[in-house]
């Protein structure tokens, strides 16, 4: 990957939109967490970490480009806090642009991930990065109220879309 | 068929009847002789003339399918006869035509067609038939008759000179079907490369097959032709590259192409171009140069994509080759130097802007330029090198001379590439000085990068042979030296190490003069001092120690240095043994391994290698004994050349030497290490005032210090070339059995049996082994019985069994016949009390390569299928013994099974896992671990690429995988999650009634106290999660997209 994005992806542009952000600057991409001896010894405990968070979300794919949150620079791992004794996570998130009306739906994929991925005992606060979003206040409720992220996934046709953010890339 | 009236009835049978398997009848009837193409002919009569074009249809339909079967069979005549009737068909009716071109298909493969009737039939077809309103199979036949005479009427098909190539032109044009297209391409390709007349046609041909470019296929899924973009790509890619004549059209196209926004047809346009550049000279590019440099160019500069940026550089390789072949006219510019001139002048201001940003894209350009001749070469690197200087002097962040350093490693490396002729002046020569204080200034820089990449660049000017003087080399070894002895960082020492191996080839002098001494030196010293005034990165007196015996074997690349670093790591060994034993033990295998690899460096060189066996074998040899008969009895402490692991050391070093393929050096001495074991005999050991006789044979009064030295002897006489004959064989057999049935060491009663199985392996098949092997049967029976559930005896027992394990290999890896009777003992076993568990490990053992003995490099007797026989012969029975084995003994048997499974790749297993499978379902909830793991190893293959078969037992699996996911071991969760992973890909009917009871468990293990399991318990889960029924992708797929406002 890594191509120029000149061209959007597919369930967006079938509806017809336009791209609201053609040609956003593209971040790298870290290497892969690199592997300890003690991450192999089956005696000593990992706990988790921000960087565990990190990898957890940084490989979903935009909604609108064929990048990853990371290449846009949506998610940063210094964004992510995370408290393994106290069960809770907390990960900020940068819309490319203040009106990008996809906030709502990278949210909330970021959401469904961390909420698939993490163990139930963890308590996941997934919010806008302070001041990068001109509806900030709205999504962040939004994200925050359990009800309403529920019935989002009730709704199929946008689970199909959350599960097309969340597929692992060819 | 019966006799010749039924012609007619069959004929009747086949267009009345509508019976198409009359036709075959008949066609038997033809072979046979019993009636003939030209009665069937005469019988069809009224059918052929008929008024209705389907009944003449089926009536040359009949004659072409029997024509099909028998056409070589029939004579000139008939063939004669036949074709011009076919040929006057051509003009029926255009239902009877495909009939018409399967019979001609069958007459263009006779062999006796009379001269000129391929070209009237040729004419008539691009004359009477319109080719591409055929169906695909037709079209198909119209190919195979041309491509058919084609291979067998070269010159009468050339006596139609540009009008066969027209008419082909026309009969493919609008061509869509990649079958055909493979032909056609073929086709057009002959035409080019065996030179038929291609007339006016040169642009025709070449428009009428460059439309498909690029080619853009992608084959249907479960496709049965299984043709693949891949071949269609490179057959056209042969047609368009077949000759310079199409280079006015084929070189715009591309340039044009390369344009494109999409990535494969710019993959395809480069490397179509570099194909090209082959046939290609000075007069088909010179027109096209400046397009294609700005076209590579700028696909190098901007490209994001590696693949793009290889491909460009080697079409620009290419060009450059291509123009270098040229021959230069005494008139006219020299094309090459223009061209590189072009280059230079594009890439060369990047090579000095400030910021660098285009630095490596422009020297990777200049770089494949240069790769294409001597002359390119020469060229570029004069006047890129003082650039480059210029500008190392400049940067003076050590960031920006890496980079340039590694630039210019690159040019020095390329100028060695070709062959000079003598006069000619190594371009090099002019810039060697102010190279040599650039890198030598790097050595010393701060920065690791820069001292790195500034040894490998040292490593790169010192293998050019007659570069360096003598000064500079002695210099070189001087940095090299400090770099090894007193810097921190193991990178650059890794990379002063390799200069260290390539330099020392070429300038053997120097360093024996200054880097031996300086290494022998840091041994002497004690290793715990620490060096006054070093930083605290310097490295500590162990590392220094562990580096120079590393470095004394990397520099031994020349006969001349190695005699001088041999001693050197022998007297070390030496050194050792008179210290104590425990932290030197390390230091001393370290010594060995080194000795290993001098060893197996002068592999090849016989004198060298008899250096090894007259002189390195003994010393060592004459240490050890030393050593074992020393620390006997007395109240010394034993060295540490008494330590198992040493001696392994050891052994390993003398079975290289005698690995070594020079027979006759071998078998001189082989018979004197025989002698010292058998007789005591110490005569040819360098020191050989022994204070006690050396006597490992004679058990049990003979100490273990000694026996155990039986290692060293297995070590020579079992690395020997087949040719070489072991003397005293029988003895040392008898005396081993002996010794492996009474020793109460370990290491000794294995080595012995180790010995006896490498020896047993390579004995010549006959009367002698076969009763040398009866006579070890019956010892090993009667040891195995006598004592059976004698708990006092166990001991016994084991060392038997230690026997019989590794007999057994040594007859398995030959193909011996016997070697089916042991592994059934071994077998048996498995349901023993005491040895069940150690025999069901040990058929790890027979089916892995050992390190020491009993392998390709130790020249056994290893057939090359041995594992896949062993595999059919004994995985049957284990299967067997499983099921009717009580409960305490069927863990042994699936663990045995798991080692036979493991030893396997999964491709050779995926026929035969299908039948174990209730086998590998049970092993699921077997206790031991190893059984777990390879049950799983072999489950997950089987869940990819088997999924009918598993969707049977799809509850089972599901319950055993999740109970396994909370197994104790790490590496059993995290195949099991693996496995539930791959349970993802079976039909979505058999997974999706599991769907929320597997997520569900599947929370469990997101909370493992393990990272690398939590991992692949997320990526299981998310697959799960993604799991939809087929109905609910279909509605998603035809609903339009959510708009914002209804999200949420």
Not at chain 1, 105 to 134: M, N, W
Not at chain 2, 601 to 612: I, L, N, P
Request: hydrophobic content about 40%; glycine content about 4%.
């Amino acid at each position: 990957m890594g191509a120029r994005p000149v061209g959007g992806s597919g369930a967006v542009m079938a509806a017809g939109l336009r791209l609201e952000n053609a040609n956003p600057l593209i971040y790298g991409r870290s290497s892969e967490r690199p592997l300890t001896a003690r991450e192999q010894d089956g005696l000593e405990a990992d706990c988790i970490d921000g960087r565990e968070i990190f990898d957890l979300i940084r490989s979903i794919n935009d909604p609108e480009h064929p990048l990853s949150l990371e290449e846009l620079n949506v998610v940063e791992q210094l964004r992510v806090n995370v408290n393994d004794d106290e069960s809770s996570v907390s990960v900020a998130f940068t819309p490319t642009i203040p009106h990008c009306s996809m906030a709502t739906l990278i949210g909330l994929s970021i959401k469904v991930k961390l909420l698939r991925s993490l163990p139930e005992r963890f308590k996941v606060d997934v919010h806008i990065t302070p001041g990068t979003h001109a509806s900030e206040h709205a999504v962040n409720k939004q994200l925050a109220d359990k009800e309403r992220v529920a019935a989002a996934l009730e709704n199929s046709h946008l689970l199909e879309v959350v599960n097309q953010c969340l597929s692992a890339r060819l | 068929m019966a006799a010749g009236g039924s012609v007619a009835a069959l004929v009747e049978d086949f267009v009345s009847g509508q019976q198409d398997g009359a036709a075959k009848d008949l066609a038997t009837g033809v072979v046979d002789g019993k009636c003939t193409a030209l009665e069937i002919v005469e019988a069809l009569g009224t059918c052929l003339t008929n008024s209705e074009p389907r009944t003449r249809g089926r009536g040359v339909q009949l004659l072409s399918q029997v024509l099909l079967l028998t056409y070589s069979s029939l004579n000139q005549k008939e063939v004669e006869v036949l074709a011009v009737f076919y040929i006057d068909r051509l003009k029926d009716h255009h239902l009877i035509t495909p009939h018409v071109l399967h019979g001609l298909k069958a007459l263009s493969m006779s062999s006796v067609l009379p001269e000129g009737l391929a070209v009237v039939i040729l004419k008539a077809l691009f004359q009477e038939v319109h080719v591409q309103s055929l169906l695909q199979s037709d079209r198909h036949s119209v190919y195979s008759i041309i491509t058919n005479f084609m291979d067998t009427r070269e010159q009468e098909l050339k006596g139609l000179a540009a009008d066969f190539t027209f008419g082909f032109i026309q009969a493919m044009d609008g061509e869509k079907d990649p079958r055909n297209l493979l032909m056609a391409f073929q086709i057009s390709r002959d035409f080019i490369t065996n030179n038929y007349e291609l007339g006016t046609f040169v642009e025709e041909l070449f428009e009428v097959t460059s439309c498909y470019f690029p080619i853009d296929f992608t084959p249907p899924p479960n496709d049965p032709h299984g043709i693949s973009q891949e071949e269609l790509v490179l057959s056209l890619r042969s047609v368009l590259t077949a000759t310079p004549r199409f280079a006015e059209f084929l070189l715009p196209l591309l340039i044009e192409k390369l344009d494109s926004d999409v990535q494969s047809a710019k993959v395809d346009s480069l490397q179509t171009l570099t194909a090209c550049c082959k046939e290609y000279r000075k007069k088909e590019l010179k027109e096209f140069l400046p397009a294609l440099w700005h076209s590579i160019r700028r696909e190098v500069f901007q490209t994001a994509s590696e693949k793009i940026e290889t491909e460009g550089l080697a079409a620009l390789q290419a060009l450059s080759t291509g123009l270098s072949k040229s021959v230069i006219d005494s008139d006219a510019e020299d094309s090459l130097d223009t061209f590189l001139n072009n280059v230079l002048q594009d890439c060369k201001h990047h090579l000095c802007e400030p910021d660098m940003k285009l630095v490596w894209p422009s020297a990777k350009l200049l770089q494949a330029a240069a790769s294409a001749s001597s002359r390119a070469c020469s060229k570029i690197t004069g006047c890129i090198f003082p650039l480059l200087l210029e500008q190392f002097n400049k940067h003076k962040q050590s960031s920006q001379r890496w980079t340039i350093l590694g630039i210019l490693k690159v040019f020095i490396k390329l100028t060695h590439k070709w062959d000079r002729d003598e006069e000619d002046e190594n371009p090099l020569c002019a810039f060697k000085d102010q190279l040599c204080i650039l890198v030598f200034s790097a050595l010393t820089d701060s920065s690791v990068q820069l001292q790195t990449v500034g040894a490998s660049t040292l490593a790169v000017l010192g293998s050019q042979q007659g570069l360096l003087s003598p000064s500079d080399i002695e210099l070189t070894v001087e940095h090299l030296n400090r770099l090894i002895l007193q810097e921190g960082d193991p990178q650059v020492c890794a990379a002063a190490f390799e200069a260290s191996t390539t330099i020392s080839a070429i300038h053997p002098s120097a360093f024996i003069s200054k880097m031996v001494p300086a290494l022998t030196q840091e041994l002497s010293t004690e290793p715990m001092e620490v060096k006054a005034g070093d930083g605290p990165s310097a490295p500590t007196g162990n590392t220094l120690h562990q580096r120079s015996i590393q470095a004394l074997a990397a520099i031994s690349t020349h006969p001349s240095i190695m005699r001088r670093t041999v001693p050197a790591l022998l007297q070390h060994l030496t050194d050792l043994q008179k210290g104590s034993a425990g932290t030197e033990r390390k230091v001393a295998v370290l010594t060995c391994r080194s000795l290993q690899l001098v060893a197996e460096h002068c592999q090849g060189a016989g004198e060298s290698s008899q250096y090894f066996h007259q002189l390195v074998v003994p010393c060592l040899l004459g240490l050890a004994v030393q050593a074992a008969v020393q620390g006997c009895g007395s109240e010394v402490p034993l060295g540490v050349l008494c330590e198992e692991s040493v001696i392994a050391a050891l052994g390993a070093v003398i079975s290289t030497a005698y690995g070594h393929r020079h027979t006759e050096l071998a078998s001189r001495t082989i018979s004197q290490v025989v002698a010292l074991y058998l007789d005591g005999d110490v005569s040819f050991l360098p020191e050989n005032n022994l204070p006690r006789k050396f006597q490992p044979f004679q058990p049990p009064d003979s100490p273990w210090p000694q026996t155990q030295l039986i290692a060293l002897l297995q070590a020579a006489v079992c690395s020997l070339p087949k040719t070489v004959v072991v003397p005293q064989q029988e003895s040392l057999l008898t005396h081993l059995m002996e010794l492996c049935c009474t020793s109460s060491h370990q290491f000794t009663y294995t080595s012995a049996a180790k010995c006896i199985a490498g020896l047993i392996n390579k004995y010549p098949a006959g009367e002698q082994l076969d009763s040398i092997l009866q006579d070890l049967l019956k010892k090993m029976d009667r040891g195995l019985q006598t004592n059976a559930g004698d708990c006092s005896q166990s001991a016994s027992r084991t060392r038997i069994f230690t026997l019989l394990l590794w007999l057994t290999k040594a007859l398995v890896l030959r193909y011996h016949p016997l070697s089916a009777t042991l592994t059934d003992k071994l077998m048996q076993l498995l349901t023993d009390p005491a040895l069940g568990t150690e025999a069901a490990s040990g058929f790890a053992l027979l089916v892995s390569d050992s390190a020491d003995v009993l392998n390709k490099a130790t020249h056994a007797d290893v057939r090359i299928m041995y594992r896949q026989r062993f595999f059919t012969e004994n995985v049957p029975k284990l299967v067997q013994g499983f099921h009717s084995a009580s409960q305490d003994n069927k863990s042994n048997y699936l663990k045995a099974l798991s080692h036979v499974l493991n030893s396997l790749p999964k491709q050779v297993l995926m026929t035969e896992l299908p039948s174990l499978l209730i086998l590998l379902l049970e092993a699921l909830s077997c206790s031991d671990e190893v059984v777990q793991l390879s049950t799983l190893g072999c489950l997950h293959p089987l869940l990819l690429d088997a999924p009918q078969i598993m969707s049977l037992h799809i509850e089972t699996l599901v319950n055993k995988l999740l109970d396994l996911t909370s197994s104790p071991a790490m590496k059993v969760r995290i195949a099991s999650l693996q496995c539930m992973h791959a349970l993802t890909k079976l039909p979505p009917h058999v997974i999706l009634p599991l769907k929320a009871r597997v997520i569900q468990a599947l929370a469990k293990p997101l909370d493992d106290r393990k990272r690398l399991v939590r991992k692949e318990a997320v990526a299981a889960r998310g697959e799960w999660f993604s799991r939809q029924s087929l109905a609910q992708q279909d509605r998603q797929a035809r609903a339009p997209f959510p708009t914002e406002k209804s999200q949420l």
